[in-house]
């Protein structure tokens, strides 16, 4: 029923078991085995960001990580190269069906739309750059 746990599987060691519910309706499941203590920061980082920044309305941690699935998750702690700590802030405003295409393409790509935003802004003026004014 937990919606994050620990079990010891080892000297220093522990399993890292996730997606139980509130509720108790969803008990959680072995997702990571054999994370050392001083490697637990680099499972458990990536995934409270990508909850904070994904999760739906209400949505408590162990849905999020039943939903997005363990596959994504893997993915999301394996890509991950720590927040961005960039001093620069940009606000982009876009329309509804934009936003939204653009939260689902992030999803599939196991990011937030934030840093798919960003990403797509370096590009675009990276490859202007190389162009030159039109």
């Known amino acids: 029923m937990a919606e994050l746990g620990f079990v010891g599987d080892g000297p220093n060691s522990y399993q ?8 108790q309706t969803q008990l959680a499941k ?5 994370v050392k203590v001083q490697e637990l ?13 994904m999760r739906q309305s209400g949505e408590s941690f162990g ?9 994504k998750l893997e993915k999301m702690v394996s ?24 939260r689902k393409l992030a999803e599939a790509q196991g990011t937030d739309e934030s840093e798919l935003s960003a990403e797509i802004l370096h590009n675009y ?4 750059r190389i162009k030159g004014p039109a």
């Not at 890509?79 to 939204?100: C, D, F, I, P, R």
């Open 16 to 23: 890292i078991w996730l997606g139980g519910t509130p509720n």
């Open 41 to 53: 920061e680099k499972v458990l980082e990536p995934l409270f960001y990508y909850w904070k920044r």
């Open 63 to 71: 849905s999020f990580t039943e939903r997005m699935g363990f596959d």
């Open 125 to 128: 003026v990276k490859e202007q």
């Open 30 to 34: 072995p997702f990571i085995d054999k």
């Open 79 to 102: 890509q991950w190269k720590g927040m961005n700590t960039s001093k620069y802030t940009l606000k982009v405003v876009a329309g509804e069906e934009t936003y939204k295409a653009l």
